[in-house]
């Protein structure tokens, strides 16, 4: 019972997890000095702080859910079977999304740009397969799929092991984090490794010069199935929500008072370069995105684990959600931008039928064909490959 629980608030959390990913890729192209792949000629300073504060823990969160739903996965698989579902799961997907999904979101940038073409013309430069931004060949917001595949070929070894009788001693020793506050260790390691490594390795999310973030967002998937592997973790978290949320709500409130006041490090540490009080001032960013983590996670189990489940049409039709709707989102923009509309009435209007338009696909062009289900990285059982459209009955 304790178990269906666990995966009933994990569902609703990430469900609310790509909400947040919709509602902040929807206010991208309304952010003051920050631009996007489609921009409108004025910002907003509500829907920039917005998006901010969004920006501090929903890959986080996603990363962490990550992590803790991979225990499920776990434990009725080898670590070879392991590989092979995520293989069609993950892989799949983003080579999919990189040749069919993408491709549109880098047309309207160009065009925005000034590029005359229509989208055959554009797509042949995809196929030169030059990176973006010089070339038009990316992943842009499949990142984390990409990055995702790579966590679970690297740490499939040590799922199997600690679902394996072998991991069960390990298991009873991390009860010893969840004794008071002791839950909060498991931040440590990357708050240490993002302070040492954020300054010379800033963010690329192109894997192959992530060196900052790379083992920064695998450190979240880490303790996401370390939580679910030993319970009492989760409990912790649990206990523990009101201090997670405490922490949060002060870190984000010393760390908008130094944004908006522009007090900057260099102004007040003039060796900032060199000296160790800088490690502790980075530090600021990994505990803040940590204490969101732990306080949604914490207040997810309490609140969400009484909720019926997520209704298996809209857990599985999530993944497929989070490959569409950026393209979706960055093709509505385009033409939302050049009217003269409020910022706030645009940003309702993109956020609005972004995730009708998104659900319509989904429902209309994913769901029904096992092929495409194949390609989004949906569940196909056999009846669907049988029969991959119902038949109306006539009367």
Known sequence: M?????????????????????????????????PWHINNAAGSEVLSEFAFWLSRFRMHLLFFISGAVTWFMMRRRTAGQFVGLRLRRLFIPLAAGMFLIVPPQVYMERVAQGFTGNFLDFYGSVLRFEPYPAGNFSWHHLWFIAYLFLYDLLL????????SPKGKAFAEKLRWLAKGYRVYWLIVPSVIWFSAMVLPYPSTNDLIHDYCYFLYWMLFV??????????????????????????????????????????????????????????????????????????????????????????????????????????IIVIIAYYVVKTDDTIGMKYIFVTI???????????????????????????????????????????
Request: hydrophobic letters at 50%.
């Open 156 to 163: 499939a070894p040590f799922f199997a092991w600690a679902v």
């Open 222 to 327: 880490i303790a996401g199935f370390i939580c679910m592997m030993q319970p009492a973790l989760m409990e912790s978290l649990e206990r523990n929500r009101r201090v997670s949320l405490t922490m949060a709500f002060i870190l984000l409130l010393g760390i908008n008072y130094l944004r908006w006041n522009d007090i900057e490090l260099e102004n007040w540490l003039p060796d900032w370069q060199t000296n160790p009080v800088t490690y502790l001032y980075l530090a600021r960013w990994p505990l803040l995105s940590w204490m969101w983590v732990l306080a949604i996670t914490g207040y997810g189990k309490r609140y969400l684990s009484a909720l019926r489940p997520v209704p298996d049409y809209v857990n599985q039709s999530v993944y497929p959600f989070y490959i569409l709707h950026q393209t």
């Open 353 to 395: 039928t972004s995730l009708l338009a998104s659900v319509l696909i989904i429902h209309l062009f994913i769901r029904p064909f096992a092929w495409v289900r194949f390609l989004m990285g949906m569940k196909v059982t056999k009846r669907q490959v049988k029969e991959p459209v119902a038949q109306p009955q006539m009367s």
């Open 2 to 34: 304790e178990t269906f629980k666990r995966q009933s608030y994990l569902d609703w959390l990430r469900v609310a997890a790509i909400a947040g990913v919709l509602l902040y890729h929807a206010a991208r192209p309304f952010m003051v000095d920050d």
